[in-house]
């Protein structure tokens, strides 16, 4: 069975790894300081993605992403992955969104690709933790849904069976084709880059990212190939009114930068007198129980 298969991915900060720096004055994430990475549990959804396409070799991956020109890195690491081709949603009247102008903007993407039998994506980002975005999508485009999938275990008679986990463990569901699936982090990982596929794809770039004067830019004539799509809002026939700013109904009232610091501390050795205090003050304390 031949399908087309379209991976939502962000490029977001690596606010896993979170120091004093990382907030500005005014609240707002630092991007400077924090490196810039593929949003794990899209990685997730990339793989089940491919896995499919081992299963029926005439598929193709698509990676959509929207962001400033950089975020054509994000295309690229699935290139090298084994992904077929990507699309950039670039254009500063994209900037700002929420995830419901974010949600707007991916879904006339994938209108203007068209006849998409499965759209994967991560769970949620971790830069906002809203698991927002795909349901929105699917919402939008009237399309079937399955959330928190851990596997898509088949696709068969124009039919996904997948697996998701559930409060208290796991369920098997299956839905007809069009769906969208959103991946949990529970999901297998990423496979690694290809060598082969990186030495190919390694000056694949948007046209944005260009500064004119690569020693190789007489590449992008010949092999087609490295010209990754990019569009803009009009580009995929976008309501400017929907999109960023103002599309964006959610505003943030304050944000605080909590940093934790420790009173005191008590040292511990592994005798049972020790252990039998300490549980008897965390019950005295009602810390538990």
């Known amino acids: 069975m031949k399908l087309k298969i379209v991976v939502l991915a962000k490029q977001v900060p690596d606010t896993r790894n979170v120091g004093k720096d990382a907030m500005t004055a005014e609240g707002t994430v630092n991007r ?168 190919k794809y390694k000056y694949a770039t948007c046209p944005m990212e260009r500064k004119g004067d690569e020693p190789w830019a007489d590449l992008y004539e010949s092999r087609p190939y490295l010209t990754l799509n990019q569009w803009s809002v009009a580009d995929v026939n976008g309501d400017e009114a929907e999109c960023g700013l103002s599309g964006s109904p959610t505003k943030v009232k304050s944000v605080q930068n909590i940093i934790f610091q420790a009173k005191e501390s008590k040292s511990l050795t592994a005798s049972d007198d020790d252990i039998d205090g300490l549980m008897r003050e965390l019950l005295d304390e009602k810390i538990i129980g």
């Open 32 to 199: 400077a300081v924090l490196p810039a990475i593929f949003n794990p549990e899209d990685l997730n959804a990339l793989e089940q993605a491919l896995r499919l396409k081992d299963q029926h070799p005439e598929s193709t991956v698509g990676v959509l992403t929207m962001g400033p020109p950089r975020a054509g890195e994000i295309i690229r690491q699935g290139l090298y992955r084994g992904a077929d081709t990507g699309w950039l949603l670039t254009d500063r009247k994209f900037a700002g969104a929420d995830t419901l102008a974010t949600s707007y903007a991916l879904s006339m993407a994938i209108r203007k690709i068209g006849d998409v039998d499965i759209i994967l994506g991560g769970r949620q980002a971790i830069d906002g933790d809203t698991a927002q975005v795909g349901p929105q999508v699917a919402q939008k485009l009237g399309l079937n849904q399955v959330t928190y999938a851990e596997e898509i275990l088949k696709i068969e008679n124009g039919k996904a069976t997948i697996r998701r986990q559930i409060d208290g463990g796991v369920e098997i569901v299956e839905t007809p084709l069009p769906v969208l699936i959103t991946v949990n982090g529970s999901a297998a990982p990423a496979r690694p880059c290809n060598a082969k596929l990186m030495m």
